[in-house]
């Protein structure tokens, strides 16, 4: 073969070459290296030494990080850090507004103390039972705000050094104003997983409805019993009174009765009257008549009674303030029945001011009375400025025939709490230490049916 056919041969065997160098590279196909063969004056290890450097940069670019790569990965996190803290906080917020609510909508008043027996918390049923607004008492401790010997003081401090809950259904607290509740307590450590005190919750609950319808269910009981036995007493008297009424008249129209005697007829005349007048209540307290009912207006009622009592007032220098809500609704009751209520209660108002002074008249409207069943009530409020009521008279003020007063029968106020609790209602008696008393006279408005005679 001559030279010239070799020469011509050799470049298609040089094309092999890169092959081989390919099998040990083998990235060199896929990063487009056979494109350097088509060149002029291209060399097979030129390919080679040129392939190594142009690998070793191509791998050197995918490790590197584009720039700003780092900054953005960042922000990323860091944006998703803020966004984390902000939905924990507002999940935080929405679990102590729960918390706070659950409170607040608790009938019972709830306190919270810490380990050292700081007041951390109080609810609102809490607040209104001691008289104390939260900002009085956070952050005190509890012996300062009931300070000892409250039964609450002392509850809580046995329920830290027993370690265990502890109750007491019949307690009493100081209010912020001086007066005295009865309350159930129940005092409960909060603990930790592991055990360790986290702090004290009481639990506190007013007793003084509670203790007010056992005292009117006992008053109850008290008036049946005596009703029974007044019935029968009354019967016995009434006749003979009118015997020796009668008699003692007859006496005085004998033309030789001495005159000088006349005085004694006179006074056996007024006491048979007095006695009469007692047997009369006597009967009434026995034996109630049945109710009328009809729609009243109280503020009506109320004004009829001042004015049948207008005289007595003003000879008792006693001045009326009213104080009618005029659009109170109606109630359901017996006139007449209401008024020898509202009759008593004022005659009773007006005497306990000796000196004369103001009476306060006032009507209102609630709208949930618990006295009255829940019911919404018309309430009656008559106030006077005397002495007030002590508590050992207040005790027994509806006790039938204890009375304060000089010739007094006793029985004027268990008649009229015997009237209002024929309608449905209640009386109560408000005292304002050495500034007089209030009695407040709540009815059951009238509903659909009632204005009906009975």
Known sequence: MSGDARMRRRPRRSRRAPTYCTSRLESWARLGLWERQREPGFAPGEVVIDAIPRQAALRSRRGRKRPGADQGAGAAAAGASARSTVELAAE????????????????????????????????????????????????????????????????????????????????????????RLPVSMVVSLVSDPAGRPRGV??????????????????????????????????????????????AAQLLERELAFPPHLREFTGIIIRQVDRLNRVVGELLSF?????????????????EEALRLLEPALETARVVVARRYDPEIPAVAGDPDRLLQVFLNLTRNGAEAMANGGELTVRTRFERAAPQCGGRAAAVAEIADRGSGISPEVQRHLFDPFFTTKAGGTGLGLPISVRIVEEHGGAVEVIDRAGEGSTFRVLLPLAGDGEGAVA
């Open 201 to 246: 919750v009481l639990v506190l609950r007013d007793l003084s409805r509670v203790r007010d319808m056992e005292e009117q269910l006992r008053r109850t009981d008290r008036l049946a019993a005596l009703g029974v036995l007044a019935a029968g007493v009354a019967h016995e008297v009434r006749n003979p009174l009118v015997g020796i009424r009668a």
């Open 286 to 302: 026995a034996g109630p008549r049945p109710l009328q009912r009809r729609p009243c207006n109280i503020n009506q009622l109320l």
């Open 92 to 179: 935080l917020e929405a679990l102590r507004a729960y918390h706070e609510d659950l409170l607040s909508s608790l009938q019972d008043a709830v306190i919270i103390l810490d380990p050292e027996g700081r007041i951390v918390s109080v609810n609102p049923a809490a607040e209104e039972l001691a008289g104390f607004s939260r900002t009085q008492v956070a952050g005190r401790p509890l012996d300062a705000v009931f300070p000892p010997p409250s039964a609450l003081t002392a509850l809580a401090a046995r329920t830290v050094a027993m370690n265990r809950s502890h109750a007491d259904f019949d307690a009493q607290i100081v209010r912020s104003d001086g007066t």
